[in-house]
């Protein structure tokens, strides 16, 4: 992906393709917040809800406003 963008569900699942070089450990991908037993795919690949990229979710904007319909 270059680029992923939501408007909110940190539960919505993206699948990330296989990297050339990756810097650390996959397997950690089947238990941190996010990933699930099998999001670690044989080829590389990744299914993981979108928190599991750390940063790409943020709190600052919760807060009281509301959309109301009239």
């Given at each position: 992906?270059?680029?992923?963008?939501?408007?909110?569900?940190?539960n919505e699942?993206?699948?990330?393709?296989?990297?050339?070089?990756?810097?650390?450990?996959?397997?950690?991908?089947?238990?941190?917040?996010g990933?699930?037993?099998?999001?670690?795919?044989?080829?590389?690949?990744?299914s993981v809800e979108?928190?599991?990229?750390?940063?790409?979710?943020?709190?600052?904007?919760?807060?009281?406003?509301?959309?109301?319909?009239?």
């Amino acid at each position: 992906a270059d680029a992923v963008v939501t408007a909110g569900n940190a539960n919505e699942v993206i699948n990330l393709p296989p990297m050339k070089k990756v810097i650390g450990h996959q397997n950690f991908a089947d238990v941190i917040a996010g990933g699930f037993d099998g999001s670690l795919e044989d080829d590389g690949s990744i299914s993981v809800e979108i928190q599991a990229i750390t940063g790409s979710t943020n709190e600052l904007g919760f807060n009281n406003l509301t959309a109301r319909t009239y």
